[in-house]
């Protein structure tokens, strides 16, 4: 079974990512910021981490880099989820595996994840529920 570790400050989408990735049949870990992100990467590596760029406490993109800094993480696959289309050209955020603008589909987010994981079987996400942009109501993204 696949894992994936779901960095994001959004009570909403974290709960959304994680019945979404369930389904899909992925092992799921959660972290709210980004110094519980790489509390949890330090106790399991995931196959790859869907983060959030602008958390309190530490940025989505300084996660990244200290991901990319440390040997027993950098294979990490990690896919960045923002509102924040500036950060996806800055150097922090071209390290990441991918970068997704919101609102994004669920659909595409997981078909996205296995494409980068390079699962070529089942590339369709669960029908369950409707691939519809998220769209929340959160100030931070």
């Known amino acids: 079974m696949r894992s994936v570790l779901i960095v994001e400050d959004n009570d909403d989408l974290r709960l959304i990512y994680t019945r979404v990735f369930r389904k899909a049949n992925f092992d799921v870990r959660l972290a709210c910021d980004g110094i519980e992100g790489i509390a949890a990467l330090v106790k399991h590596l995931p196959d790859v981490v869907i ?9 989505g993109l300084e996660v990244l880099a200290h991901i990319r800094r440390e040997a ?18 800055t150097p922090e955020g071209e390290l990441a595996d991918l970068f997704l603008q919101k609102p ?9 994840t296995r494409r980068l994981l390079g699962d070529t079987g089942n590339l369709e996400a669960p029908s369950d529920p409707p691939a519809q942009p998220i769209a929340t109501t959160n100030a931070s993204a």
């Not at 983060?51 to 940025?59: E, F, G």
């Not at 994004?104 to 996205?112: A, F, G, K, N, Y």
């Open 72 to 89: 027993t993480m950098r294979m990490v696959k990690v896919i960045m989820v923002s509102s924040n289309a500036v950060a996806m050209g």
């Open 51 to 59: 983060m959030d760029v602008n958390m309190p406490r530490m940025t």
């Open 104 to 112: 994004i589909s669920v659909h595409e987010l997981i078909t996205m």
